[in-house]
């Protein structure tokens, strides 16, 4: 167990050479993940102070106003103490990495993502897929 301040959290994060793109963006959902159980415990007050500290970094059409009723409502309803879940969409069984020219890229099945991530997120999908589809792997290399 590490204790990172925001600037080597950051760093973290942003390792690009050690790894692949994958195991990056497990670093950004482990450092998230953390700062959300920090604050599973949080009160108005430090949302409020916590959403003060970061707003100058963000850029989004929502007010702050809309966003402390957000900590507010998350707060009063329990939503920190729900259990994280998470997944990459789409996962590396519905990819292929490659090259095309001298950019790394991902070919996803994105259909097969969506209908996935609703099973995660409901357990069950309205997303069907034919046997015989053609998808984006079926051109990957």
């Not at 760093?11 to 953390?34: A, E, H, P, W």
């Not at 939503?79 to 490659?98: D, F, H, M, N």
Request: aromatic share 8%.
């Amino acid at each position: 167990m590490n204790h990172l301040d925001g600037e080597m959290a950051l760093i973290f994060c942003r390792i690009r050479k050690l790894d692949s793109d994958i195991n990056r963006t497990v670093r950004q959902r482990r450092v998230i993940t953390g700062i959300m159980s920090s604050m599973k415990n949080a009160n108005v007050t430090r949302l409020n102070n916590t959403l003060n500290a970061v707003l100058p970094y963000i850029t989004t059409d929502m007010s702050k106003t809309e966003m402390i009723t957000l900590a507010g409502n998350a707060v009063a309803g329990g939503w920190l103490k729900y259990k994280i879940r998470q997944t990459p969409v789409a996962t590396e069984k519905l990819c292929s990495a490659g090259w095309a020219g001298s950019q790394w890229i991902w070919i996803c099945d994105y259909e097969a993502a969506a209908q996935e991530l609703q099973t995660m997120l409901y357990g069950t999908t309205n997303i069907e897929l034919k046997p015989d589809r053609t998808s984006a792997l079926d051109f990957a290399s």
